[in-house]
């Protein structure tokens, strides 16, 4: 629905203070669905009918019926109201008037209660049939009929009373009663959303869509909101669920779930920090603090690894708007909003490690929170317009206005107050709609208007503005935001609980139901518009200095704390501060003169003085020069199929062996065909690495690269982009082709002729690489399916995480062995033609069995040859090679391949021409302007490795605006600090006069 704005009224509005203040959300005529549950289990009721969403088996629907005659009502005649805890609904039947009333008791659980008049009798069908407990009485010209989820001992029940217990704990802890009656039933509705959150171990962020944890929105929303309105424990086992996470996998798996957008990249170890921080500025408790600090240490000490080249700045493996930037993150951006939680990650871990005495580690790591801040305000900065740009490709700039990643730098503090204050208008004037602050403008042109982060209103996000503009004395722009986010409770899907996202015109387009939303709805009207805070940890030392709009005349508040609670109440120009916490000893104001405090001593808060800025910018960590002396290309006539044609001495797969200590300084690999092993069985990998430890250079010659694809865990992040083909020498295959496949509704078939030979052994059905699940069929018989490749995956470096692996099986090679004398044997036909049917479900990227895949049934020879193999499946020879590059979602490491993990990764473009660097090997060679299919970035680079580019290619993608062009490098260099490292040059120049004129530069032939 959309949002009336007609919220600015309320500053013309009396202040009506009521004991019982209306916390419902009516509506007349209709009969509204609402949701009720205990966190464990949630029901979506309405007028006359229930389903349980989640947690129970149930749904039941009401009849009527006078006299054994049904009464039919009429949808006109329904009305709703739903409030903190339940839902009541009149239905009206001739002159009848029927009650309904939804909630969740304590001891007798999900209950019911029917009000009628006594000739009126209530009638449930349920599934499960005696499922709800039924009770009935009369009395006064009433008749009360009680569905019980369980047989507890309850008073008498009516309509009224029945409401006031479900109403009860949100008129008990954290309320509001202000001039803008929203706003506090968005303050007590927010409270119900964080307690349908959670299951007794920890809150969702969407009851619907996100069950689950993601560090950023527990600690921007779910934890702080806790804790502030009271939930104490749901906010520390909430947190205790993802240090757990945290703690049993490792930080080189860059994530704590099957899915790092969770935890444990840089953006999202910031956000636990956070959580850490703020729990212990609540609790105040030492040991959980070092605990927890332990725990993430090794986590932080990781990330900042990452910023490889020391100017302070990283490309994050994902951060907060991941449905976007992840489709960009390989690309190399830098974004503003990573960095901004890059620079929050080590700001809290200055501050925690302080604490706790480790003061030579808060000083390292407050200097490296100050570079980072540099890095950002020198970077970033557009001083013209006065605002942060979205980020960094290349040295190019996009200047696009990102709301939240603006908002986010504000809120922790990273820039001034002079650039804090520009950057707010500058987001009023352009990022501003009817309906809150638009995620991004202008428009990002990677993803279509349809994803859920372009041009989108996110509340969530705008409460981040909100806090930012609390924080810099907008409380005009800062209410405005508030406000509007709170009017979101008015959608009528689900009343009451905060919606995720908007469009430009007010349509509700993501969940309803975002508790995110809600606990850092809460925060905000705490910690900004009522101005409580704890100044030290555990609250002995509390300020208040409320920020509430210029209209208020009056107002009170009860407000939560760790030991008892807070009261406000301003009337008439004075602030009465009540405390009833034996914890708090001292209370902060801003006027000694209009406060007044009662159960501890008043002091005059005296504000900080601004820090001074004067930014640096930040120089990149040189890479040291190239080590010299002999070059040798590899190549060996059992392996390749085409000779090098390069003039100079040549190395076998046997010489090899040979390669580390030896007095060879570079080793030239003609494109991207390596053996795993020699023929001795000794590893390959093993020896490049030893052979770049000693300072030798690695040059890949002609490396191509893959195209990244468009499906989620098939290729969107570089799945397979990884640099090398890995061959095996095994047992060689006879093979019949399997082509000319005939697609129909997600079925791809073919007929192929089955040689008689073929019978005196295993067969082996090749269908190569698949994005969608397979099944196989021969002669209409099951043979195989994808989770028959089980036994062969082999992760080089596998996780602990205790999520289920949904992505395990895209893009994985398929080879199926089907032996002599089980049920799939006999479904061939031998010396016969044969039809083979591939069923394939959840084909994201629609590729069935491409040709390329080549396809084929076979018997193993005795005979061996080089074979290519898919990295996940060594020892089975495949037709075509299968490269691995990261794991995005899935029980691997992130970067999962011995490519990636050693700086090697790169993707297919649309190239045109290439620039040679200045100050690096190839300096002084013109431009040439040829076609390049391929790039090579930083994306998978953690220290001690480096990133020269040597030569650059241009592309025409738009992703920086208002630039059309953006630039790659095609010609890179990976390096360590003795000299040694691996180089990628471009397949573009192989061939071509300028791939000699590279050579000679680099010395590698004469």
């Known amino acids: 629905m959309k949002f009336l704005l007609s919220h600015f009224l309320f500053f013309l509005t009396p202040l009506l203070l009521r004991s019982q203040e209306d916390l419902s959300l009516r509506y007349t005529g209709k009969a509204t669905t609402a949701l009720v549950g205990d966190g464990r289990f949630i029901i979506k009721v309405s007028a006359d009918r229930f389903l349980a969403a989640r947690g129970l088996k149930l749904e039941g629907m009401f009849r009527f019926f006078r006299q054994d005659e049904e009464l039919l009502p009429s949808s006109t005649l329904w009305n709703s109201a739903v409030f903190p805890g339940g839902a009541s609904y009149e239905i009206r039947v001739g002159r009848d008037t029927i009650n309904i009333t939804y909630g969740v008791l304590q001891g007798s659980g999900f209950t019911i209660l029917v009000e009628t008049s006594p000739l009126v009798d209530t009638r449930l069908s349920a599934d499960p049939a005696n499922s709800l407990l039924r009770n009935e009485e009369k009395e006064a010209g009433k008749k009360r009929t009680i569905f019980l989820q369980k047989d507890g001992k309850l008073p008498q029940l009516t309509s009224g009373s029945f409401r006031q217990a479900l109403e009860q704990p949100y008129r008990s802890k954290l309320v509001l009663r202000s001039p803008q009656p929203t706003l506090d039933k968005a303050v007590a509705f927010s409270q119900s959303l964080l307690d349908l959150s959670y299951n007794g171990e920890m809150m969702y962020c969407e009851l619907f869509r996100w069950l689950d944890i993601w560090a950023r929105d527990l600690g921007s929303g779910l934890l702080p909101g806790a804790l502030v309105s009271g939930r104490e424990e749901m906010a520390r086992k909430s947190l205790s669920y993802d240090l757990q996470r945290y703690a049993m996998m490792q930080p080189e798996d860059c994530k704590n779930s099957n899915d790092p957008s969770q935890g444990g990249t840089a953006s999202e ?109 020198t970077k970033y900065w557009n001083d013209d317009k006065g605002y942060f740009s979205n980020m960094l490709l290349w040295d190019g700039v996009c200047r696009r206005s990102s709301q939240a990643s603006q908002a986010m730098l504000l809120k922790i503090g990273a820039t001034d107050e002079q650039r804090s204050k520009q950057t707010l208008d500058f987001l009023k004037k352009h990022n501003w709609c009817d309906y809150g602050s638009v995620t991004i403008r202008p428009r990002m042109n990677h993803v279509g208007l349809d994803n859920d982060q372009n041009v989108r209103v996110w509340p969530w996000w705008n409460l981040w503005e909100a806090e930012a503009r609390f924080k810099n004395n907008d409380t ?66 509390v300020k208040v200095m409320p920020a509430v709009p210029s209209g208020w005349t009056s107002y009170d508040c009860s407000i939560p704390t760790p030991g008892g609670s807070l009261v406000l109440n301003y009337k008439d120009g004075k602030l009465n501060i009540t405390v009833n916490d034996p914890r708090i000893k001292e209370v902060y104001v801003r006027n000694m003169e209009s406060a007044v405090v009662t159960g501890a001593e008043k002091k005059l808060w005296q504000a900080p003085v601004p820090a001074t800025f004067n930014y640096q910018p930040v120089s990149k960590k040189a890479v040291g020069p190239m080590k010299q002396g002999k070059a040798v290309v590899f190549y060996d006539p059992r392996f390749h199929t085409v000779a090098p044609g390069l003039n100079i001495e040549q190395l076998n797969i046997d010489q090899l062996e040979k390669l580390p200590g030896g007095p060879i300084a570079k080793l030239v690999i003609t494109g991207n065909r390596l053996p795993l092993f020699t023929y001795s069985g000794k590893p390959v990998k093993a020896i490049l690495e030893k052979f770049v430890e000693q300072g030798g250079t690695v040059v890949f010659y002609g490396a191509s690269t893959n195209a990244k694809t468009d499906e989620d865990g098939a290729g969107i992040l570089g799945e397979q982009c990884g640099i090398i083909d890995w061959y095996q020498y095994l047992a060689e295959r006879k093979k019949t082709a399997l082509s000319n496949w005939q697609k129909k509704d997600g079925y791809y078939t073919t007929s192929f002729s089955l040689p008689a030979a073929y019978a005196d052994g295993p067969l082996y059905i090749e269908l190569g690489a698949l994005a969608g699940l397979d099944s196989v069929f021969i002669n209409n018989q099951p ?136 100050h690096t090997g190839l300096e002084g060679i013109d431009q040439v302007n040829i076609p390049v299919s391929t790039a090579y970035t930083d994306f998978t680079l953690f220290q001690p490795w480096n990133f020269e580019v040597l030569a650059y290619t241009t592309t025409n993608e738009h992703l920086l605006y208002p630039a059309t062009t953006e630039r790659y490098p095609c010609i890179a260099r990976i390096a360590n600090t003795n000299g040694g490292g691996y180089l990628l040059i471009t397949p573009a120049v192989v061939g071509q006069p300028i791939g000699e004129t590279i050579l000679k530069k680099l010395q590698i032939i004469p």
Do not use: C
């Not at 490889?308 to 449905?323: A, K, Q, S």
């Not at 050693?902 to 190239?911: D, E, K, M, T």
């Open 269 to 377: 170890v910031g956000w636990t920090m956070r959580s850490i921080w703020t729990w212990y500025q609540f609790s105040g408790n030492l040991d959980t603090l070092k605990k927890d600090a332990a725990l993430m240490r090794p986590w932080v000490n990781f990330w900042i690894k990452r910023d490889y080249d020391e100017d302070g700045l990283i490309t994050d493996v994902t951060d907060f708007m991941d449905h976007m930037i992840m489709m960009l993150s390989t690309n190399g951006v830098q974004t503003l909003a990573s960095n901004a939680m890059y620079a929050s990650m080590l700001n809290y871990a200055a501050l925690i490690e302080a604490a706790i005495g480790n003061s030579k580690d808060a000083k390292k790591l407050q200097t490296l929170y100050t570079r980072t801040v540099n890095a950002l305000n």
């Open 476 to 541: 005009t722009g800062a209410w405005h935001l508030l406000d509007l986010a709170a009017a979101t409770i008015e959608d009528e899907k689900y009343p009451g609980l905060l919606e995720e996202t908007l469009d430009t015109t007010g349509i509700s387009t993501g969940g309803n139901v975002f508790a995110t939303a809600a606990g850092n709805l809460l925060e905000t009207v705490v910690k900004d518009l009522l101005g409580v805070e704890a100044m030290v940890p555990g609250w002995t030392k």
């Open 783 to 918: 043979v195989a399916n994808y989770r028959d490749m089980e036994p062969f995956i082999r992760h080089e470096y596998p996780t602990k995480t205790g999520y289920p692996d949904t992505h395990r099986y895209k893009m994985l090679s398929r080879l199926y062995i089907i032996r002599p004398g089980t049920t799939a044997w006999q479904a061939f036909r031998f010396n016969q033609q044969n039809t083979i049917t591939v069923k394939l479900i959840n084909d994201g990227l629609k590729m069935g069995i491409p040709e390329q895949n080549q396809a084929n049934i076979g018997v193993m020879t005795n005979e061996k040859s080089w074979q290519p193999i898919d990295e996940a499946l060594p020892g089975l020879g495949l037709s075509t090679p299968k490269r691995k590059g990261i794991n995005y979602w899935g029980s691997e490491q992130f970067f999962n391949s011995w490519s990636t993990k050693n700086g090697l990764f790169g993707f297919a473009v649309n190239g045109s021409g290439i620039s040679f660097e200045k």
